[in-house]
């Protein structure tokens, strides 16, 4: 093995994990080689065994059984330990995240600095994680309702937005006393991995986060084997539709709950009394932001028909002032680039009009963001998400039929509604079935004392704040007899 060789490592029990060169997983950067044949691993991750899996789940169980018991005003140190090292190493963090996944230096940033806002916010919320007494049936009894941690949890984070993705999936968890086996992407695994590196510098004792690399073919197997481990207490997975149901009918098989967090096609309803120059903006920044590599991302925009020419020029104005910033970079990898060409070429091929873009491609990875209109049911680019930057634009009769196009979606993570109506605003985001509606605001919004999640086949259960924290809790009752005054 080279001694330049960067590996990325396990991490079991406190102990960092580097052998066997048959299982290093390459990690390529399209922002350094955007051709296939030009493309070179900039590091490597160790991959893990089915065996060292069982061992990450036998020691979380161990651990567990210790920081359980460890008072919530020491784990509130520990978080905000964490956010203090996490913003001292803050460049390290962005470049990390520029090499492997190649978003622009500013969407790193807002990444970086939302898993620091996030873990701060859990700080300050460990000591609201608390029971009831309820009333009883009778006065000889007094009934105690606790919350306590669930248990070890295994945590699956995708890549497209490193830092803040990695930091819910595992942080969450140990923020509400479970300790977590965290499998990382294959396409972003130091990222991760510096978001682990802080909680372990901070202090965080050994065994109650476990760190696993996987490789893709190896992957199905090793997620299978850990969510049939009887430690194992709970999943949370964000990532694709697809392998969301895969790992929900696997958890279901054995009895386990899940936290989904799942693909979109989000939506954006522009309504005749919108602000059509403030809507058009906010749509495309909301639709190529990350080129389009974002779960919340706007997919489809919904215009009422008399003013839907009008707004057609105002989306193509902001698109010719925003494309110098976001035409430049690539997709993470030129399998994705080719699957978002291919979904634009069958809409053209089924009569769809490009409005803006261009269906040439500047190299493997890279696309140019589009603008859609008169585009086929038939297409797959209608119903299915593409993440990517594409928009896709409908005009509608009525806010009736706008909320029948976006409920009849199988997705329904996020949507947004522009009017300066606000009462009519919340009446049709109250109609529209998603897991979160933005008046005003395009549909990428998150927060850290929000509730994150979607309906339907974008999952479920919620990310952030309380609503996270107690998705990692259990509820048990416990009764006292013979409490009445004899």
Partial sequence: MSS????????????????????????????????????????????????????????????????????PLQRRELLLETANILRKRREDGIEIQMLECAPDRSFAAKMYDDAILHVTEWAGLVTSIRGTIPVSETNDVLPIVFREPIGPVLGIAPWNAAPILSMRSLGMPIAAGCTSVFKTSELSPASHFSIVQAFVDAGLPDGVLNVLHVRPQDAPKIVRALIERPEIRKVNFTGSTQTGR?????????????????????????????????????????????????????????VSKSIFSKFLEQLKYAAMQLHPHFGQFPQVTPDYADKIHEMISEALEHGARLVYGSHERP?????????????????????????????????????????????????????????????KGIRLARDIESGAVHINGMTVHDQSTLPHGGVKDSGNGR???????????????????????P
């Fill in 4 to 71: 330049s060789k960067r590996i990325i490592p396990l991490l079991i029990n406190g102990k960092k994990i580097v052998s066997n060169d048959s299982l290093h997983i390459p990690v390529y950067s399209t922002a350094r080689h955007p051709t296939r044949s030009e493309r070179e691993a900039v590091h490597f991750a160790q991959g893990a065994t089915v065996e060292q899996a069982v061992e990450a789940a036998v020691t979380s169980a161990v651990a567990f059984s210790k920081w359980r018991r460890v008072s």
């Fill in 246 to 302: 895969e790992i929900a009918i696997t958890a279901a098989e054995n009895l386990k709950p899940v936290l989904l967090e799942l693909g979109g096609k989000s939506a954006s309803i522009v309504l005749e009394d919108a602000d059509l120059e403030n809507a058009a903006k906010h749509t495309i920044v909301g639709a190529w932001l990350n080129q389009g590599q974002i779960c919340m991302s706007t997919e489809r925009v919904l």
């Fill in 363 to 423: 190299n493997d990875a890279q696309l140019s963001p589009t603008i859609l209109a008169d585009v086929s049911r038939q297409s797959k680019i209608y119903a299915d998400e593409t993440f990517g930057p594409t928009i896709i634009v409908i005009p509608i009769e009525s806010d009736a039929e706008a909320i029948n196009i976006v409920n009849e979606s199988n997705y329904g993570l996020s949507a947004s509604i522009w009017t300066k109506n606000f009462v």
């Fill in 463 to 485: 990310f952030g704040a309380e609503w996270g924290l107690n998705e990692f809790t259990i509820t048990k009752t416990v009764t006292v007899s013979g409490f009445a005054e």
